[in-house]
């Protein structure tokens, strides 16, 4: 799985990845959601997790499965100052915690 994050300014959840699965946690809750089943060349593109009982969050911007990889954009909770961009594609399994991975955009020139 390939996953990408995208910056928004309210307080968003921690991940983890394993295989197909993303478990979510946020405020002393934790779910697990299962994309396994998602199909080829299917597309999600949605912004509120209506389906799941995390209250409050914002997690799952986009899903596209192609050629059998997953590519799923999550939210991520950008600084205070400054403007920022979605991250680069990475593999789910090289996510660190803690790492910010959205970048910032350079207002120069």
């Not at 928004?8 to 979510?24: H, M, N, Q």
């Not at 299962?34 to 080829?40: T, W």
Request: proline letters at 6%; hydrophobic letters at 30%.
């Amino acid at each position: 799985m390939k996953i990408q994050f995208i910056p928004i300014s309210r307080k968003t959840p921690t991940y983890s990845f394993l295989g197909e699965k993303i478990t979510v946690y946020h405020e002393n809750q934790s779910e697990e959601i299962d994309i396994s089943d998602f199909p080829e060349s299917a597309v999600f593109k949605g912004v509120e997790p209506y389906n799941i009982s995390l209250k409050g969050t914002h997690i799952i911007r986009n899903i596209e499965r192609k050629d059998g990889e997953l590519y799923v954009s999550v939210c991520k909770q950008h600084p205070p100052r400054g403007h920022w961009l979605e991250s680069d594609w990475i593999d789910a399994q090289d996510y660190k915690k803690g790492e910010l991975y959205i970048k910032e955009v350079n207002n120069e020139g």
